[in-house]
Every structure is written in structure tokens, then in C-alpha cells.
Nanobody, 124 residues
Framework: QVQLVESGGGLVQAGGSLRLSCAAS????????VGWFRQAPGKEREFVAT????????YYADFAKGRFTISRDNAENTAVLQMNSLKPEDTAVYYC?????????????????WGQGTQVTVSS
């Protein structure tokens, strides 16, 4: 069992940066792939980025490539989504998710654990 808690959301101007953190409990974090998703009002939950349990492999949605970076520190049981060059269309609730295997997937249906979400608002 893994519990996830996100933090770091907030209000930022376009072009700015935010660093989202995901704190995990449980002793199996290093075997848990982590994904970040987002959901804007009236839209479906959307894949942002994912990282393997070891941290060696990452994968990004096209809109995130070159602007967002996913990383993790298994010793600290944390995962981070660094977001740069933010745009108003990045405004959404961002969720951290965990999968009880180490391999990557972009489908939210394949994640077993979810945080409560953190609001990111980018003003123009």
C-alpha cells in the first residue's frame, strides 16, 4: 500500500515555474512507477509524465517535453514534477499517481494509488 500527498501548486504568471512534489508513504516506493496527471474543468484526466521505479526511465506527453521534468528520490520517498515556461493552458489540478509495478504506462486506469491533487493556475 502506498499513500501519496502532493504539494507545491499555486498561482503563477505565464512563463513562470512551479515545482510539484509527491510525498509517498510505504516501503515499496522504489518498486512503484509514478505518474503525474492533470485535469482541467470540464476535461478528462490527462497524462503528463511518468518515471520508472528506479528513476532510469521517463516518458512525457508531447506538451510537457522540453518544459516539464519528472524526477524521484527513492531514499526520501518523493517524486517531483518541475514545470517551467508555464502557459495558461497548463491550468489544472495536478495529481500524483503510483503503480504497483515499476514499468511505465500513460493510462490512468493502470495506476493503483492517487493523491488528492494540487491546483496549478497560470495567469496570462
Amino acid at each position: 500500500q502506498v499513500q501519496l500527498v502532493e504539494s507545491g501548486g499555486g498561482l503563477v504568471q505565464a512563463g513562470g515555474s512551479l515545482r510539484l512534489s509527491c510525498a509517498a508513504s510505504g516501503r515499496t516506493f522504489s518498486r512503484t512507477a509514478v505518474g503525474w496527471f492533470r485535469q482541467a474543468p470540464g476535461k478528462e484526466r490527462e497524462f503528463v509524465a511518468t518515471i520508472s521505479g528506479s528513476g532510469a526511465v521517463t516518458y512525457y506527453a508531447d506538451f510537457a517535453k522540453g518544459r516539464f521534468t519528472i524526477s524521484r528520490d527513492n531514499a526520501e520517498n518523493t517524486a517531483v514534477l518541475q514545470m517551467n515556461s508555464l502557459k495558461p493552458e497548463d491550468t489544472a489540478v495536478y495529481y500524483c499517481a503510483g503503480r504497483s509495478v515499476s514499468t511505465l504506462t500513460t493510462s490512468p486506469d493502470n495506476y493503483n494509488y492517487w493523491g488528492q491533487g494540487t491546483q496549478v493556475t497560470v495567469s496570462s
